[in-house]
């Protein structure tokens, strides 16, 4: 059977062009997403019949990982590969931003990942797969007050002490750290800033891909890039 690969957030984005270039290579694919209808929509348009899976649910809660897990599982019987996407940030900065978006915010992209993890380990170790998580350039430099920064500070302290757990294990860890992409990430933000060079979703996707099509034994553990002309 061809690969099975499960990604978090996967209805828009990043997460969309990542699942079309795996669809593309003959994965089956799952991918999770909070809304229904943008599900439905990816769904539609990739036209992947039973290759693909549509899952709604919470990154950020465990029943909801644990279900699409057991849903993929049951469905193909497998699973190698693990996209850890699903993440959103806020406009101003910690001094402004309402404590209940705080806490969403963390536990969509910090314990989000964790519970992915923690849900789907006993499976890779079979399959000796993969885990990518998406980082971020903020995740590697600090900026004011920028609490969605610590949240992928915090992603990539994920995928490290993962990759110390499951090395040994045969499984491989990876981070793809962007900067500035143009998605509905932005959207929250007033839209991708026009002054600011941005790469495109599919360019990211073709980093996924790269990172999960390695040849066993081969762990590539972090890849950061930026567009041409990112200062930051």
Same mark, same amino acid.
Request: aromatic share 4%; no cysteine.
């Given at each position: 059977?061809?690969?099975?690969?499960?990604?978090?957030?996967?209805?828009?984005?990043?997460?969309?062009?990542?699942?079309?270039?795996?669809?593309?290579?003959?994965?089956?694919?799952?991918?999770?997403?909070?809304?229904?209808?943008?599900?439905?929509?990816?769904?539609?348009?990739?036209?992947?019949?039973?290759?693909?899976?549509?899952?709604?649910?919470?990154?950020?809660?465990?029943?909801?990982?644990?279900?699409?897990?057991?849903?993929?599982?049951?469905?193909?019987?497998?699973?190698?590969?693990?996209?850890?996407?699903?993440?959103?940030?806020? +406009? &101003? =900065? #910690?001094? /402004?931003?309402?404590?209940?978006?705080?806490? %969403?915010?963390?536990?969509?992209?910090? !314990?989000?990942?964790?519970?992915?993890?923690?849900?789907?380990?006993?499976?890779?170790?079979?399959?000796?797969?993969?885990?990518?998580?998406?980082?971020?350039?903020?995740?590697?430099?600090?900026? +004011? &007050? =920028? #609490?969605? /920064?610590?949240?992928?500070?915090?992603?990539? %302290?994920?995928?490290?002490?993962?990759? !110390?757990?499951?090395?040994?294990?045969?499984?491989?860890?990876?981070?793809?750290?962007?900067?500035?992409?143009?998605?509905?990430?932005?959207?929250?933000?007033?839209?991708?800033?026009?002054?600011? +060079?941005?790469?495109?979703?599919?360019?990211?996707?073709?980093?996924?891909?790269?990172?999960?099509?390695?040849?066993?034994?081969?762990?590539?553990?972090?890849?950061?890039?930026?567009?041409?002309?990112?200062?930051?």
């Amino acid at each position: 059977m061809e690969p099975v690969t499960l990604i978090t957030g996967g209805s828009t984005g990043i997460g969309a062009a990542t699942a079309r270039a795996l669809l593309k290579q003959g994965h089956h694919v799952a991918v999770t997403g909070r809304d229904a209808g943008k599900l439905a929509a990816f769904a539609a348009s990739a036209s992947a019949g039973e290759r693909l899976l549509t899952i709604a649910g919470d990154a950020g809660d465990e029943n909801d990982v644990a279900a699409a897990v057991r849903r993929v599982t049951e469905a193909w019987g497998r699973l190698d590969n693990v996209i850890a996407n699903a993440g959103f940030s806020l +406009p &101003g =900065n #910690l001094e /402004s931003h309402e404590p209940g978006d705080m806490r %969403a915010m963390v536990l969509t992209n910090v !314990l989000g990942p964790a519970l992915l993890v923690r849900e789907t380990l006993a499976h890779l170790r079979k399959s000796k797969g993969r885990i990518v998580i998406i980082g971020s350039i903020a995740g590697l430099r600090n900026t +004011p &007050g =920028n #609490l969605y /920064s610590v949240t992928k500070w915090a992603a990539h %302290a994920l995928a490290e002490n993962v990759r !110390l757990l499951v090395g040994k294990d045969g499984v491989g860890v990876t981070v793809v750290a962007p900067g500035v992409v143009d998605t509905p990430f932005w959207d929250k933000r007033g839209g991708t800033p026009e002054a600011a +060079p941005a790469m495109t979703p599919e360019q990211i996707a073709d980093i996924v891909v790269f990172a999960v099509n390695q040849p066993a034994g081969v762990d590539i553990n972090q890849i950061s890039l930026r567009p041409t002309g990112q200062a930051g």
